[in-house]
Structures are given as C-alpha cells and as structure tokens.
T-cell receptor, first 113, second 111 residues
Framework: KAGVTQTPRYLIKTRGQQVTLSCSPISGHRSVSWYQQTPGQGLQFLFE???????NKGNFPGRFSGRQFSNSRSEMNVSTLELGDSALYLCASSLGQGLYEQYFGPGTRLTVT | QKEVEQNSGPLSVPEGAIASLNCTYS??????FFWYRQYSGKSPELIMS????GDKEDGRFTAQLNKASQYVSLLIRDSQPSDSATYLC???????????FGSGTKLNVKP
C-alpha cells in the first residue's frame, strides 16, 4: 500500500506571497493532520481534517488554513508568507479519529526569503 | 509546562548495547502514546504505539507505559549504528488526532 505523499517536496517563496501544499493520505485513511517542524519549536500541530471537516486546530494565526476533499486528499494554504514560516510541513494520515496511529508523509520543505 | 518532555541528549551507546529513551507527559488523561524515529532531513517514522500500562515488544524495540507516573519509555536492544537518529515521543490526549510531540532525544550508536 502506498504511503502518504506530499507535493511539492521543496518550495522557495518570497515574503508576502502565498503557498498551497498538497497531501494524499494512505488509501482508506480518512483523517489528515498537518504539522510544522522547525529546529526551534519542534513539531507543532496545525490542524486536522476528518470527513472534509476541520476537527481540531492548533495555535497558529489565521494565515494558515486548510481543507479536505471528498477523496480525503488535503491542502494547506499559507497566505502573506513571513520569514518565520520557513519550516518543514508534514502531513500525517490515520484511519480515523481516536486511538489510531498516524503515518507521516515525506514533508514539504518551505523556504521564505 | 510542556505537554511532553524528553531529554534532548545526545544519548551515546556502544553498538550492541541497550538504549533507553524516556518521555514524560503532563495530562493524566492522555490515552495513546507513540514513538517515532526521525533521521536527519527525513520525516518521522512510526516505531511503536502503546495504549495500556505495561510493556509492548516489537522485535528489538520495547515500549513501556506507566500511566500512574506519567511516563513512557522506549528500549532498543542490540543497538545498531543505523539506529542513530532522533526519537520523538508523541501523546494523543483525547479522541482527536492532535498529537503532542516532545522535542526528541538524539541517539548516537557508536560502532
């Protein structure tokens, strides 16, 4: 079974621009979570989608948003990019909500200049 | 207080030894616990999950959970240089997939 895929793998953007990242979960998985990983803050939860609805949100500004489609694929968008948004963005999928394991994709490395 | 705490290391062990990694969590109501391994420049890879008190073994890996003391540990037997990585402890506090991660412990296994 194919794992979680994320596109693009690398991205360079300029301050003020916006960016959209894509995630395809493992087949059959209905929950998709997004995380930001930086050397200083570690892995931080952004939001989680289940059945096309955002069920949980972390402590990030409204510039960070996402959505999930009927096929469970998910996108996250960051508007008005700041230098501090440079990070590895990770998507994780799980079968459902509750006591399920999460599996991570390879991540998208975003650099904001 | 952080939700999940880990010693950042590095923890150095010789090849063939047992590596012991520890993690504490703050919310007594936490329900599920996970260990991930992350190689430099890569994404986290799930190693073990544990949900009830006691030990859970999978190959060279053993996860231990003690809910009364609010700690989770990971033992790696017969450590190999390929085990050198950062090990992340994650806790799911409720029935939603909002995992809290520790900052990770860097493990070095010396040949």
């Amino acid at each position: 079974k194919a794992g979680v895929t994320q596109t693009p793998r690398y991205l360079i953007k300029t301050r003020g621009q916006q960016v959209t990242l894509s995630c395809s979960p493992i087949s059959g998985h209905r929950s998709v979570s997004w995380y930001q990983q930086t050397p200083g803050q570690g892995l931080q939860f952004l939001f989680e989608y289940f059945s096309e609805t955002q069920r949980n949100k972390g402590n990030f500004p409204g510039r960070f948003s996402g959505r999930q489609f009927s096929n469970s694929r998910s996108e996250m968008n960051v508007s008005t990019l700041e230098l501090g948004d440079s990070a590895l963005y990770l998507c994780a999928s799980s079968l459902g909500q509750g006591l399920y394991e999460q599996y991570f994709g390879p991540g998208t490395r975003l650099t904001v200049t | 207080q952080k939700e999940v705490e880990q010693n950042s290391g590095p923890l150095s062990v010789p090849e063939g030894a047992i590596a012991s990694l520890n993690c504490t969590y703050s919310d007594r109501g936490s329900q599920s616990f996970f260990w991930y391994r992350q190689y430099s420049g890569k994404s986290p890879e799930l190693i073990m999950s544990i949900y009830s008190n006691g030990d859970k073994e999978d190959g060279r890996f053993t996860a231990q959970l003690n809910k009364a003391s609010q700690y989770v540990s990971l033992l790696i037997r017969d450590s190999q240089p390929s085990d050198s990585a950062t090990y992340l402890c994650a806790v799911n506090k409720d029935n939603f997939n909002k995992f809290y991660f520790g900052s990770g412990t860097k493990l070095n296994v010396k040949p």
